[in-house]
């Protein structure tokens, strides 16, 4: 049996470059969003919850084969799925 908690909340380490490590395609197409220091932003490249740091991708450079070049930044990390599955939670009425 597996656990709902788990299956509501994102991974602590994701990535969206395919050959890393913590790449998962399936949970990028439900849409992880992401709020660093307060603020959602939608450029992360890769987060680590934990760790507290983001890493985004630095202006328009590149490097030398062609893939972005990314800065990391350390602060709080929150994130969370955009589509909430088969099974959304119900709002109570009061």
């Known amino acids: 049996m597996t656990d709902t908690n788990q299956q509501d909340t994102p991974p602590d380490h994701l990535a969206i470059n395919p050959r890393s490590p913590h790449f998962d395609a399936d949970l990028l197409q439900r849409g992880v969003a992401i709020r660093f220091k307060g603020r959602v932003r939608t450029d992360i490249e890769e987060y ?3 760790e507290g740091w983001v890493r985004v991708q630095a202006g328009k450079t590149v490097d030398r084969k062609g893939r972005p070049l990314t800065i990391k930044l350390n602060g709080p990390v929150e994130a969370w799925f955009e589509d909430l599955g ?4 119900v709002a109570k009425a009061d």
């Open 48 to 50: 680590s919850i934990s």
């Open 86 to 89: 088969d099974n959304p939670p």
